[in-house]
């Protein structure tokens, strides 16, 4: 409590997103895809835009677009200002101070700063390694009880690359049924699929909660995102969206209904991108099988592998950026060691100048 009562809410830093911002001669440690010119979305920007903000909700067009991609209406879908408002305000509208959270682990860590934020006792459930980063949903039916509120994935997961079947999911959202619980799935890779089909959300439980954002299309400068839920889920988070950012960008609004609109060209333009990285990545393992092992990514645009050295991951990264200037993210944030996140949807020769850098650190450091 503070000096008049009221309670302090802490939050502890964002380890990852602090650590992508030391400066790198090859960056690769993000998430996403190359980034979208404008003209390749909006050839002929108007000019005469009247920089302005529409329904706080947003516009009827854009959920439309939304509602459409996941085959529900359009009072299901609330725009976001990216998928972070949409993760900070499902947490804020479905989450009180003692409820039990359940995450999966590997995962990137936004909504449990903020599950721990709110005072919820944040509870992991483990993505399996060996069987490809599938959930164990064993372990996750063993572990929650009456006083469990929400269950959080993503899906396609970040940083792994796997993706949850249907089957997996329809048993997810049993467990959580039984218990009375929310699931809420991270869909911010939607479109990163490699096989073209869009991986599995609870859209079909009443307790089902969907964000995601055109950030991994290849914008994310406009910070469009959404939430898919629920009629009555939507309005509880619009009047929580009314004192968050109210509203979001109107620009960005308009360049998000037209990628949305074109959205099966930009993906193809993706996953071109992607899979010559995939190629890429793959030769240089099959060249240095005594320095890395990795389950190949069925969706999203980064690499988690296991590597073999006796640094932990922040040690190794931290290394590795200032010996050889390459950039890449530490598996303990997010939640596993001797991992690391390496992104493939970069153009060019970038990932092969890196890898051979990562090489040559590692067989240096081996002993």
Known sequence: MNS??????????????????????IDLGGGGVAKLQLKEVIPQMP??????YGRTCGSEALRAQVAEWYRVEPENVLITSGTSEANLIINLVLLEQGDEYFTEVPQY???TGLARML??????????????????????KEKVNRHTKLIFLNNPNNPTGAIMTQEEMQALCEIAEHVGAYVHCDNALRGSETDGKPA???EFYERGVITGSISKLGATSPRIGWIVAEKEII??????????????????????ERLLTNRARYIK?????????????????????????????????????RYKNRLGS????????????????????????RHLRINIGMKGETLAQGLDRIGRFMRRTLK
């Open 235 to 256: 309005e509880r988070c619009w009047v929580m969206k009314d004192y968050t950012t109210l509203s979001h960008c109107g620009i960005g609004e308009m360049i998000a």
């Open 200 to 202: 599995a959300t609870p």
């Open 109 to 111: 860590e936004q909504t």
């Open 47 to 52: 000019t005469d835009t009247a920089m302005m």
């Open 119 to 140: 005072g919820a006792k944040v509870k992991p459930f483990h993505l399996v390694e060996d069987k490809g980063w599938a959930p164990d949903l064993k372990e996750l």
């Open 269 to 305: 333009r993706n996953q071109t991108i992607k899979q010559a990285n995939v190629d890429t990545w793959n030769a240089w393992c099959e060249e240095n099988p005594d320095l890395v092992t990795c389950a190949e990514p069925k969706g999203g645009f980064t690499v988690f592998p």
């Open 4 to 25: 008049k009562g009221a309670p302090h809410l802490k939050i502890d830093p964002f380890r990852l997103e602090r650590w992508l911002l030391e400066k790198a001669e």
């Open 314 to 337: 922040s040690k190794f990264s931290e290394r590795l950026l200032k010996e050889e200037g390459v950039m890449v993210s530490p598996g303990d944030q997010f939640g596993v060691e």
